[in-house]
C-alpha cells in the first residue's frame, strides 16, 4: 500500500481523472461557443454552421473525455505492475470510465451520456492494452488515444445510429434532429463517418508502428546484453587459458631457483615469481566476481591510474581523504577498476567540446562506507536522462550503451549501490557507495 501511494505516476493519473471531472466547470468556453452554433442555427439553420458545429462538439468531448480516459489507464497499468495483476490493468478502466460520467452529470446542466460510444471506446482501450503489452510510454498512448476518442465520437452525430445507443446527449440529439429536418442526414452521416474511419484507422497503424519500434529496440537491448555475455565469456575463456602458461613458467623458476647460486638471479627469480602470484590473483578476480581481496585506498586509485592513463597524456584531478594508504577495503579490485575506468571515459566525452574541461575522481569514508565517484564539468544532464541513464543500451552517444549497466552491475556485486549528481551546464558526478 506504502509502494501506491508513493508511486508519482499514480497521484498524476488521480490528477488526471480529477481534471476531467472537473472540466465542465472551468472549460466554460467550449459550452458558450456551442451555444453561439446553437443560436446561429435556430436562427438560419444551414449545412455548413451545422457541419462546423458539430466539429466544435465532438472536439469538445474528445478533450473532455482524455483526461478520464488517460489517467484510468495510466492508474490501472501503475497499480497493476505493483500488484503484479495483469487483470487490475483492465478491470480499474471499466470501473473508473463510467462512474467518472455519473460523477460528472452530478455537477452539470448538459448531462454526458454513457451509451454504445463510450462502450465502444472503452473496448478499443481494452484492445490498445493488448496489443501494446506495457510497451508504450504515457506520450504514445495519450496520442493513441486522442485518435481513438476523436473518431469514436463521431459516431455519435451519425443519425441512424441514435436507436443503437448512440449520440443521446442534449447537444448531439440537438445536431442530428436539424440534420433530419433539413435533409442533410445522409451528409452528416458520410462526413461522420469518414472521420471516424479516417481516425481509427490512424490510431491502428500508429499502435502497430509505435509497438513495432519498442519491439526493435527492445530485441536491439537483447543483442547488447547477448554481446556483452558473449564478451565476458571470450575473454574469460581467454584469461583461463593464460593460467597454464603461467603455472609452467612458476615451475621453470622453480627449477632456476633450485640449481642457482648466485645471488642475484635468485633475487631476479623471487621479483619473477611475486609478479606470478600477483598475476594469478588478477586472473582469480577476473575470472570470479565473488573473489575479493584486501587493499588500500591509494592502492586502488594508483591501479585506476595506471590503468586508464597509461600510454595517454590526460590528466586527472583527486579528491581524496588524508592518509588514503591507511584506509583498507575488501573489492574484487580489477572489477571496480573496469567500473571506475568506464565512468572516467564517459566524464572525458562529457568534456570532450568543454575548453577548460576537468575529471576528478573523488573518495569519501563515513564510518565503514566508501564512495567512489568521479566527476566532470560538462553540459550536465536532465531529469529524463538522469532517469534513463542507468539503462543497458541507453547511450547519449549513439554507442553500445552498456557502461553504466555494468557499473550498475559492480556495485550490486559488492552489495553496494550507485547514484548520481547532476545539474545541466554545471557537470556531473557519478557514486559507486561500498
Not at 472551468?26 to 457541419?51: A, D, V
Request: charged share 20%; aromatic share 10%.
Amino acid at each position: 500500500m506504502i509502494k501506491i501511494f508513493s508511486n508519482k505516476l499514480i497521484w498524476l493519473s488521480l490528477l488526471l481523472i480529477l481534471m476531467g471531472l472537473t472540466m465542465p466547470q472551468w472549460l466554460s468556453s467550449g459550452y458558450k461557443g456551442l451555444h453561439l452554433f446553437i443560436s446561429h442555427m435556430q436562427e438560419n439553420p444551414n449545412g455548413n454552421t451545422l457541419l462546423l458545429m458539430t466539429f466544435s462538439l465532438v472536439m469538445f468531448n474528445t478533450i473532455h473525455a482524455l483526461p478520464v480516459y488517460l489517467g484510468a489507464v495510466l492508474l490501472g497499468d501503475q497499480i497493476g505492475e505493483l500488484l503484479q495483476r495483469n487483470w487490475i490493468k483492465i478491470t480499474i478502466p471499466l470501473t473508473f470510465i463510467p462512474l467518472s460520467y455519473t460523477m460528472t452529470n452530478l455537477f452539470i446542466r448538459n448531462k454526458y451520456h454513457f451509451g454504445t460510444g463510450s462502450i465502444l471506446i472503452l473496448f478499443f482501450v481494452i484492445l490498445l492494452y493488448l496489443l501494446e503489452k506495457g510497451r508504450l510510454n504515457l506520450f504514445m498512448k495519450s496520442l493513441i488515444l486522442v485518435h481513438i476518442l476523436f473518431g469514436v465520437q463521431w459516431l455519435d452525430e451519425v443519425p441512424f445510429l441514435t436507436n443503437y445507443g448512440f449520440g443521446h446527449g442534449a447537444i448531439s440529439t440537438k445536431v442530428k434532429l436539424w440534420a433530419i429536418e433539413m435533409g442533410f442526414s445522409q451528409t452528416l452521416s458520410l462526413y461522420a463517418i469518414l472521420l471516424c474511419s479516417i481516425f481509427l484507422l490512424n490510431a491502428f497503424i500508429l499502435t502497430g508502428y509505435l509497438v513495432r519500434w519498442r519491439v526493435i529496440q527492445e530485441l536491439h537491448l537483447i543483442k547488447l546484453e547477448a554481446l556483452e555475455a558473449r564478451s565476458d565469456r571470450e575473454v574469460l575463456s581467454l584469461v583461463h587459458d593464460l593460467k597454464t602458461p603461467l603455472t609452467s613458467i612458476e615451475g621453470l623458476i622453480s627449477l632456476i631457483d633450485l640449481y642457482n647460486k648466485n645471488r642475484k638471479i635468485e633475487e631476479y627469480c623471487n621479483n619473477v615469481t611475486n609478479s606470478i602470484k600477483s598475476m594469478n590473483e588478477m586472473i582469480s578476480e577476473i575470472l570470479y566476481n565473488s573473489h575479493m581481496s584486501s587493499c588500500s585506498l591509494k592502492e586502488l586509485i594508483d591501479y585506476i591510474l595506471s590503468s586508464r592513463l597509461s600510454g595517454t597524456d590526460k590528466k586527472i584531478g583527486l579528491e581524496l581523504p588524508d592518509n588514503p594508504e591507511e584506509i583498507k577495503i575488501l573489492i574484487n579490485k580489477v572489477r571496480i577498476t573496469r567500473a571506475v575506468v568506464n565512468l572516467i571515459n564517459n566524464a572525458f566525452d562529457a568534456i570532450m567540446e568543454h575548453p577548460e574541461g576537468k575529471v576528478t575522481i573523488k573518495a569519501k569514508v563515513q564510518g565503514n562506507k566508501l564512495s567512489l565517484g568521479v566527476s566532470d564539468n560538462g553540459k550536465g544532464m536532465n531529469s529524463e536522462e538522469q532517469e534513463k541513464v542507468w539503462k543497458a543500451g541507453y547511450s547519449t552517444k549513439h554507442q553500445s550503451g552498456i557502461g553504466l549497466s555494468f557499473v550498475y552491475q559492480v556495485a550490486k556485486e559488492h552489495k553496494g549501490k550507485v547514484s548520481l549528481e547532476s545539474k545541466l551546464e554545471q557537470g556531473t558526478t557519478f557514486w559507486i557507495h561500498l
